[in-house]
Nanobody, 122 residues
Framework: QVRLVESGGGSVQDGGSLRLSCVASGRSLDIYSMGWFRQAPGKEREFVAS???????YLSDSVVGRFTISRDKAKNSLYLQMNLLKPEDTAVYYC????????????????WGQGTQVTVSS
């Protein structure tokens, strides 16, 4: 059984940085696309960034220029470097994986982590 575990969340001030990590266990996800999503209280889960099984990456317009997604297949891991954080970035961040090309819709992903809280205060 595949398990995704996120870490790296926390509380930072406006303009601060955090680096989220997601480690997969149970099976190699080399051929899977992986992504980061987030969900703020009272809002729907939304796309943040994705990484194909190769080198293609995609970012939400709201995080372009501030967030970077990367992947280490040798470690079966996915990362999200978040710089210049804003209060509106506050949410639970989830790691996800799917067998196929990257998608923006959360419903397209079949594997999910438990989430990690990111709180940005002004």
């Amino acid at each position: 059984q595949v398990r995704l575990v996120e870490s790296g969340g926390g509380s930072v001030q406006d303009g601060g940085s955090l680096r989220l990590s997601c480690v997969a266990s149970g099976r190699s996800l080399d051929i899977y696309s992986m992504g980061w999503f987030r969900q703020a209280p009272g809002k729907e889960r939304e796309f943040v960034a994705s990484h194909s099984w190769s080198t293609n990456t995609y970012l939400s317009d709201s995080v372009v220029g501030r967030f970077t997604i990367s992947r280490d297949k040798a470690k079966n891991s996915l990362y999200l470097q978040m710089n210049l954080l804003k209060p509106e970035d506050t949410a639970v961040y989830y790691c996800a994986a799917r067998d196929g090309i990257p998608k923006y819709e959360p419903t397209a992903y079949e594997l999910w982590g438990q989430g990690t809280q990111v709180t940005v205060s002004s």
